[in-house]
């Protein structure tokens, strides 16, 4: 999905890797069994917690952030393609508003 860029610290790059890792992990568990979902739960919540990882974790400055940005672009598109209501893109919404706050007062 996206590559190292030198504007990434060594903690996002792992928990980019962590992801790629338990995606890749889960995508091969489907397509051995497909129709066995409980065999997937425990890959599917390695999958949402290193999504999780991604999301929460600090910027150092904003190319990095842009950098975590392009990320969970692409997979947020791999996921649900094109957006065409605003609850799409979720990952996306919720690390911006963790890098610029959410604007409430």
Do not use: W
């Not at 999905?1 to 338990?22: D, T, Y």
């Not at 129709?35 to 150092?60: R, Y």
């Amino acid at each position: 999905m996206a590559k190292r860029n030198n504007s990434v610290s060594k903690s996002l790059a792992e928990a980019i890797v962590r992801h790629q890792s338990a995606r890749a992990a889960l995508a091969a568990q489907i397509a051995a069994s497909p129709e066995d979902a409980s065999a997937s739960e425990p890959l599917l919540a390695e999958d949402v917690a290193a999504m999780d990882a991604i999301v929460t974790a600090p910027c150092e400055n904003d190319a990095e952030f842009v950098e975590k940005l392009r990320y969970l672009m692409l997979y947020e598109l791999a996921l649900c393609g094109e957006p065409s209501m605003r609850f799409e893109f979720g990952a996306v919404t919720m690390a911006v508003s963790r890098y610029v706050g959410d604007g409430r007062a």
